[in-house]
C-alpha cells in the first residue's frame, strides 16, 4: 500500500492528536453557539469524521462537494459545485473544514460564497496548510500542519482519486504524476 509514498508526513496517531487538539479548540470558541461545521467533499471527508468526534459541544454538520483539480496536480483555478449544502447558511456561525488549503482558490470562493449567503460567521479549519502555494491571501484559523510544497496526498487527498483510504499523509513519488 505505500509502494507509490516517497515519505510518510504524518501518522494516523500523530493526524488524531491534532484533530483531538484542534476539536478542543473549536469546542472551547464556539461554547453556547450551536456551529455548522460544513465539510468540503471529498477531500475533507475522514477529518470531518474526526473533527466532528472531538467538538464536545452541540454543533451541526452539512456537506458540499466542491472541486477544481479533477485528476491533475495544479489547480484549474475554477471552483465547481458539484452539490451544494442542504441547510441555509443564513445567520450561521459556520466552521469551513478543509483538508488542505493551498493556492486558497477554494477558499476564498467558499469565503465570498457564504458572505453572500449571510452568514453571521465564517472560519476555517484545515488539517494541511501549505503557505508556500498561496496565489490568493486567505487565512486559517483552525491549522494541523503546515506541509511543504510537494504534492500530498492520504488521510481524504486524492491524486486522480487514488490514495483518499491511506490512513496517513505522504508526499506522493513524483514519477507518479510525472510519465
Ligand atoms: C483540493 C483540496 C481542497 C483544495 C485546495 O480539492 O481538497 O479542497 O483542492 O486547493 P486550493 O487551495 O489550491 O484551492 P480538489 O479540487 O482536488 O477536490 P477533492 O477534494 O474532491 O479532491
Ligand atoms: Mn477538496
Ligand atoms: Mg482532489
Avoid: H, W
Avoid at 484559523?141 to 506541509?147: H, K, L, Q, R, W
Amino acid at each position: 500500500m505505500d509502494a507509490d509514498i516517497k515519505k510518510v508526513l504524518y501518522s494516523e496517531q500523530e493526524i488524531q492528536a491534532v484533530t483531538q487538539r484542534l476539536g478542543q479548540q473549536i469546542t472551547a470558541d464556539y461554547q453556547g453557539k450551536n456551529p455548522l461545521l460544513v465539510c468540503i467533499l471529498k477531500g475533507a471527508y475522514l477529518f470531518m469524521a474526526d473533527i466532528a468526534k472531538n467538538v464536545s459541544d452541540y454543533a451541526e454538520v452539512d456537506f458540499m462537494n466542491v472541486s477544481s483539480y479533477g485528476d491533475g496536480v495544479v489547480s484549474t483555478g475554477n471552483v465547481k459545485i458539484i452539490k451544494d449544502l442542504d441547510i441555509d447558511v443564513k445567520g450561521r456561525d459556520v466552521i469551513i473544514v478543509e483538508d488542505i488549503v493551498d493556492t486558497g482558490q477554494t477558499l476564498a470562493y467558499l469565503i465570498d460564497l457564504f458572505n453572500g449567503r449571510d452568514v453571521k460567521s465564517v472560519k476555517v479549519c484545515s488539517l494541511l496548510d501549505k503557505p508556500e502555494g498561496r496565489k490568493v491571501d486567505v487565512q486559517v484559523d483552525y491549522a494541523g500542519f503546515e506541509v511543504p510544497n510537494e504534492f500530498v496526498v492520504g488521510y481524504g487527498l486524492d491524486y486522480a482519486e487514488k490514495y483518499r483510504n491511506l490512513p496517513y499523509i505522504g508526499i506522493l513519488k513524483p514519477e507518479i504524476y510525472t510519465e
